[in-house]
């Protein structure tokens, strides 16, 4: 055989097996990073969220949208100067790059666009804009961009002019948006990006890394990271830990199992550790870190926990490093926009100036209506935000009836609402010579201009005499102003027993009075007896609490009004029952519904999302539950369902609140408030609940009063802070407390319910 032939026989055999074992090897690595992390954690948000987003004096719009043209996907870059600042976005959802601009002023004012190569718009998909030092020292601008096969431009001139966009050897569904420096050579620089199958977004997503040792002008092959079994890990971004010594990559997990998913590398991306979940308040899409003047770190990312208040919308998380290697939520949060798009939103970027401001950049629906999307950036410094966040700390406390004052020996039975004029009216009962249920009791009104700060001296509703006027159970009809107060009467020397048994002189009476001033003034109260008390029922209470207007709906105008009865022969506690009053033509005249059996009396209901209603209860069975009694109608109240319970909601047999706060707006998720003294067997630790699916979980709670606490009533209030009144310290008081939702969420240990 000829020599040469042979020689490259040989050559061909050596190489063919130096291609396998390669092939093996390459195979062997995915394996070994390929891995299955199991059941998802819990995705609870336990810390609290500041809300800047409708400050729009920190707003600057760097490209608006028309109704023609969308301004999507921005990366900026902070130049070394400190001052200088570029900003590069597509057109349209994923589409066509192009679009950058200038600014010489960290992002207060905005060059107009900077002339581009014609191939940039037939180049597609989220550009990122990094700066390169090569091994010579030589400083470039490099925009990278493309959906599959990857792409790049460079600028040698400071981003004046740049050459065409070219293949750079890469793959990736997205271009990187971590470019960091690594080892101890200049130009050699570290990348991350995903792409699944066949360079498509599809799945299963993996993560790719990727690194140039000449500034970014040429690139290794890609060495895959990360795979995680039935997870989609991508959109990776990279931090280093403060001393400089650990990397820390995040990425957005999007099939939804689990939260964001980190993994660390102590060798400059050489090897990485087993990946796990990030906190829950780090779950989102597109995390884009930066660190704080004080050695904090924050992230901004489009928040995809269903559970969060801020689903759906650019949030900011701030904490610690540590915080996410420890597994903890960090300190807080922070919402700086509101998407009126929903999801569509949130890829972000955030610069810290040499002041210590930081400008967070993304692409956003600012406004409903016929403009698309635009591109906006946010200006803060981080003590604004630590100031609005003590701020939401406080609870601003006022104590509006104490016991022995103003002629009256007790206050009880609180109820607050907004009146139409943003006022709050606070009533109760005035119990003149005891702490008694019977007696020579009047109804009592304060009024609150300023939030709760201040209240007018107390306002006689009703007074009858030496009877009892009771029950306080307002209602707001907003189609025509008018307020509803429901109470009920009965002889001051008849008692509850009696009228139980029904061998008392009277019987309990309904009656309601009604304000066309926002409670300056009120009717006197009329008897509706016949209408809301059916034969056979002796005791009856209207609440207390508060009733509602429906706002969706078939019945949608409905005033409802929580009540209870009791049923004759009387039974004991399983003779209790629960019902509605309603009226459909504004209070005119009132129909009472089915009752709801049994061993369930004082109540207060609340609309869900689909139109259904809930009925909260005190609950007398006490046998198999120590907890609230619920029940749901599809009528608008009119019939109810079998009784349930619901376990987390324990109570020692006292009224409780139940409120909307909000209903849901696109992808934020509705808010319902529960109040409630949280025991199972005395009148004490006063706790306020959030729900935001419709009461079925309440991930966020707080006490609001430790000691002795029973009955309360919860109100929006025009700032929409959370408004709570409630009898406290042996019924020798009867407080207000005023705070944000965000404080709910302050404490950890009392993030879940018992």
């Known amino acids: 055989m000829n020599k040469h032939v042979l020689q490259q026989i040989v050559t061909i055999a050596t190489l063919a097996a130096a291609l396998s074992t390669t092939a093996t090897l390459k195979a062997d690595d995915e394996a070994a990073r390929s891995f299955d992390l199991g059941q998802p954690a819990p995705k609870d948000i336990t810390i609290p969220t500041i809300d800047i987003s409708q400050q729009r004096q920190r707003h600057t719009v760097i ?12 990366t900026t870059l902070l130049m070394p100067d400190g001052k200088t600042m570029f900003c590069t976005w597509t057109l349209n959802h994923g589409g066509s790059c192009g679009p950058i601009k200038r600014s010489d002023d960290g992002g207060k004012t905005w060059s107009d666009l900077i002339p581009t190569p014609d191939n940039w718009t037939r180049t597609r998909n989220c550009p990122s804009i990094h700066r390169f030092v090569d091994p010579d020292g030589k400083a470039r601008l490099i925009v990278l961009a493309g959906n599959g096969p990857l792409v790049q431009s460079i600028s040698e001139d400071g981003g004046k002019t740049w050459t065409p966009m070219k293949p750079n050897g890469m793959h990736g569904i997205v271009a990187p948006t971590t470019v960091i420096p690594v080892g101890d050579k200049p130009g050699h620089y570290m ?4 792409r699944g199958p066949n360079d498509k977004d599809r799945a299963p997503l993996k993560i790719y890394q990727s690194e140039t040792f000449d500034g970014g002008l040429t690139w290794s092959d890609q060495r895959m990271i990360l795979a995680v079994k039935d997870a989609n890990p991508c959109e990776p971004a990279v931090i280093r830990s403060p001393d400089g010594k650990q ?9 939804r199992k689990y939260s964001s998913l980190i993994m660390t590398s102590d060798d400059e991306g050489k090897t990485w550790s087993a990946p796990r979940e990030a906190p829950p308040t780090l779950m989102g899409d597109r995390h884009r870190p930066r660190y704080l003047p004080d050695g904090r770190l924050m992230m901004v990312f489009r928040d995809v926990n269903r559970k969060s208040p801020t689903y759906g919308h650019f949030v900011g998380w701030i904490g610690r490093y540590e915080d996410i290697i420890d597994g903890k939520p960090g300190q807080y949060r922070v919402k700086p926009l509101h998407s009126n798009a929903g999801l569509d939103c949130g890829y972000g970027c955030l610069e810290r100036l040499p002041d210590g401001t930081m400008v967070a950049t993304t692409y956003v629906k600012y406004n409903p209506g016929p403009n698309k999307h635009s591109v906006v950036s946010v200006r803060f410094k981080p003590a604004e935000l630590d100031a609005l966040l003590a701020e939401s700390q406080q609870v601003q406390r006022t104590d509006v009836f104490k016991s022995g004052e103003g002629g009256y020996d007790t206050y009880r039975i609180p109820s607050i609402i907004a009146a139409p004029n943003g006022e709050l009216l606070a009533f109760c009962e005035g119990r003149k010579h005891s702490k008694s249920d ?10 609150s201009v300023d939030g709760g700060k201040t209240w007018s001296s107390p306002q006689v509703i009703w007074d009858d005499e030496n009877n009892t006027c009771g029950n306080p159970c307002p209602v707001v009809d907003h189609d025509t102003g008018v307020i509803h107060l429901l109470m009920t009467w009965n002889r001051g020397d008849d008692h509850e027993n009696k009228i139980k048994e029904g061998t008392a002189q009277d019987t309990r009476r309904v009656f309601v009075a009604t304000s066309s001033d926002n409670g300056a003034t009120w009717s006197r109260p009329r008897q509706i007896t016949d209408q809301a008390k059916a034969e056979g029922w002796g005791w009856y209470a209207t609440g207390p609490g508060a009733g509602i207007q429906l706002q969706r709906g078939a019945h949608r105008g409905r005033l409802v009004v929580p009540c209870d009865n009791s049923t004759m022969p009387w039974k004991g506690a399983e003779s209790y029952r629960s019902h509605a009053l309603y009226s459909d033509d504004h ?29 909260n209860m ?29 376990k987390k909601l324990i109570e020692p047999v006292c009224q409780a609140s139940i409120r909307r706060y909000r209903w849901p707006d696109g992808e934020q998720p509705g808010v319902i408030l529960f109040s409630n003294p949280a025991s199972e067997s005395k009148r004490v630790n006063m706790t306020v609940r959030a729900s935001f699916d419709d009461a079925k979980t309440w991930p966020m709670s707080r006490t609001l009063h430790k000691g002795s606490s029973a009955y309360s009533c919860l109100v929006k209030l025009p700032d929409g802070r959370v408004g709570c009144l409630y009898e406290a310290d042996g019924y020798s008081r009867i407080e207000f407390a005023a705070f944000d939702l965000s404080w709910l969420s302050l404490s950890p240990a009392n993030t879940k319910s018992p």
Request: one cysteine or more; aromatic letters at 8%; hydrophobic letters at 35%.
């Open 63 to 74: 490209a608006a949208g028309t109704p023609d043209i969308y301004q999507g996907h921005a």
């Open 191 to 194: 990348m991350w990006t995903h």
């Open 247 to 255: 990397l820390l990559l995040i990425a957005r997990e999007n099939a």
């Open 438 to 447: 019977t007696g020579d009791i009047d109804m009592l009104l304060r009024r």
């Open 587 to 615: 209070g005119k005249t009132w129909r009472y519904s089915q009752a709801i059996t049994s061993g369930v009396n004082e109540c207060e209901v609340v609309e869900l999302t689909e139109g259904r209603l809930m009925m």
């Open 618 to 646: 005190r609950n007398y069975r006490r046998s198999k539950h120590r907890a609230r009694a619920i029940s749901f109608s599809d009528d608008g109240g009119e019939t109810w369902s079998p009784v349930t319970h619901d």
